[in-house]
T-cell receptor
Framework: KAGVTQTPRYLIKTRGQQVTLSCSPI?????VSWYQQTPGQGLQFLFE???????NKGNFPGRFSGRQFSNSRSEMNVSTLELGDSALYLC?????????????FGPGTRLTVT | GNSVTQMEGPVTLSEEAFLTINCTYT??????LFWYVQYPGEGLQLLLK?????DKGSNKGFEATYRKETTSFHLEKGSVQVSDSAVYFC???????????????FGQGTILTVHP
């Protein structure tokens, strides 16, 4: 079974621009979560989607948004990029919508904001 | 709220040495506990998990036991290899009250370097 895929793997953007990152979960997984990883803050939860609905959201400004499609693929969007948005963005999928379950991570998208 | 604390790193060992990475947690209810590993330039890989007290998760020679009395989930390996060099993250998932869907809470990570 194919793993979680994320595109693109690397991205360089300029302050003030916006960016869209894509995530395809493992086949059959309906829950997709997004995380931001930085050296200073570690791994921080952005949001989770299940059946096209955002069920949970972390403590990030409204510039960070996401959506999920009917095939469970998900995108996250960051508008008005700031230098501090430079990070590795990780997507993870889970096989179950309820309860505490393990998540399977993609390779991440490395975003650099200049 | 939920939180995870890992031992301060980095950890440097010689090949075949014994490894312990400490992890303690704070959570209400009965969280599930995980160890993930991240190799350079890659995402996180699930190493092992435990879903209830006294469960022992194991994989690739690594073990961790869910200790509710001490709120701990320490990672151990009897004989490390150079290929074990990576960053290790302890994490918990807790859906108590139905408010933490899809959220893993991570520790800060521990860098492990194994020398030949």
């Amino acid at each position: 079974k194919a793993g979680v895929t994320q595109t693109p793997r690397y991205l360089i953007k300029t302050r003030g621009q916006q960016v869209t990152l894509s995530c395809s979960p493992i086949s059959g997984h309906r829950s997709v979560s997004w995380y931001q990883q930085t050296p200073g803050q570690g791994l921080q939860f952005l949001f989770e989607y299940f059946s096209e609905t955002q069920r949970n959201k972390g403590n990030f400004p409204g510039r960070f948004s996401g959506r999920q499609f009917s095939n469970s693929r998900s995108e996250m969007n960051v508008s008005t990029l700031e230098l501090g948005d430079s990070a590795l963005y990780l997507c993870a999928s889970s096989p179950e919508g309820h309860g505490a379950r393990e998540q399977y991570f993609g390779p991440g998208t490395r975003l650099t904001v200049t | 709220g939920n939180s995870v604390t890992q031992m301060e790193g980095p950890v440097t060992l010689s090949e075949e040495a014994f490894l312990t990475i400490n992890c303690t947690y704070t959570a209400t209810g009965y969280p599930s506990l995980f160890w993930y590993v991240q190799y350079p330039g890659e995402g996180l890989q699930l190493l092992l998990k435990a879903t209830k007290a006294d469960d022992k998760g194991s994989n690739k020679g690594f073990e961790a036991t869910y200790r509710k009395e001490t709120t701990s989930f320490h990672l151990e390996k009897g004989s490390v290899q150079v290929s074990d060099s990576a960053v290790y993250f302890c994490a918990l998932s807790n859906n108590a009250g139905g408010t933490s869907y899809g959220k893993l809470t991570f520790g800060q990570g521990t860098i492990l370097t194994v020398h030949p």
